[in-house]
């Protein structure tokens, strides 16, 4: 039986070991991944994913049934009974948007009113197509579409300030540092004023970031992993700096310490993430 430990939020960076900072260096021992390399993931980011995807089907990824407790934003609002729309980047199978479909289309749900219309895109195909048909899949409650959420794409998909919350939920890590910005850009063009973004992804010095080998950077604190995929790491004043320059405020923004403890296998894991809420501001 799993004993989960009280999540502990700081913005304070955590601070390393001697031996953690001895893993760190070592992963610089063979330096960055070549140029060609580093194009080479970028030009292939969507056949990666596909091929994850096509490999593990629906059964990697959990239901995120933690979310509303996380981002209260996702539970009943006062709208006057007029749905809201959320829209969910980098939606993979679904793990996100039919856990909220399910619990506000059941008769026991806590969505009395103020209901979600559901936008959900990913940039791999085969993961749009699991979502399709997933049986709670209903085009009068949700839109799917594949799409590359770097570029322009998505605005033929969704009006300009149409949106009520956007959740990126382990996505931005996937993407090429220097496209953050067209991401959060895109993101605050379909927003309403007063919108929100919901942000959580990993941390700094995550222990995810500690296991990389040699050979696995592609740049500070951005890796790939063997299938070909990309993880990036976050900290607390990057993370902030970037939607403050790109039109937002901060509601909140912190790391959130974890700590799995499985006393029967011996496991204990600590993990670190970035979680944040993200204010549209309007137009001056």
């Not at 407790?69 to 959320?86: A, C, P, S």
């Not at 990913?122 to 770097?150: E, G, K, M, W």
């Not at 902030?240 to 011996?266: M, P």
């Amino acid at each position: 039986m799993d004993a989960l430990e009280p999540d502990v939020f700081t913005t304070q960076t955590k601070e390393l070991t001697p031996e953690e900072r001895q893993k760190l260096e070592d992963q610089n021992k063979r330096g960055f991944v070549t140029e060609f390399k580093a194009n080479k993931l970028e030009i292939d980011a969507q056949r990666n994913w596909d091929i994850f995807y096509k490999r593990n089907e629906t059964r990697f990824f959990k239901d995120r049934h933690w979310t509303t407790r996380e981002f209260k934003e996702l539970l009943d609002q006062e709208t006057n009974g007029d749905k809201r729309t959320l829209f969910e980047v980098g939606c993979g199978v679904g793990n996100l948007v039919f856990p909220l479909l399910a619990e506000q289309t059941s008769e026991e749900g806590c969505f009395s009113s103020g209901k979600f219309y559901f936008y959900a895109c990913d940039f791999s195909p085969r993961a749009v197509d699991f979502v399709r048909s997933n049986p709670l899949y209903d085009s009068s409650q949700i839109t799917a579409f594949q799409c590359d959420i770097t570029t322009q794409q998505v605005h033929e998909h969704i009006p300009a300030g149409n949106l009520d919350v956007c959740t990126l939920i382990f996505v931005l890590s996937a993407i090429h540092p220097q496209k953050f910005r067209d991401v959060v850009l895109n993101l605050w063009k379909l927003l309403k004023p007063g919108g929100l973004v919901l942000f959580r992804d990993y941390g700094l010095y995550d222990m995810a970031q500690l296991r990389f080998k040699p050979g696995n950077k592609i740049a500070e604190n951005l890796y790939v992993r063997q299938d070909g995929t990309r993880s990036y790491f976050f900290s607390e004043q990057e993370v902030s700096q970037l939607f403050q320059a790109n039109g937002y405020e901060i509601v909140d923004n912190a790391y959130v310490h974890r700590r799995t403890l499985n006393l029967k296998e011996g496991v204990d894991v600590p993990r670190i993430f970035l979680q944040g809420k993200f204010r549209k501001k309007p137009e001056e």
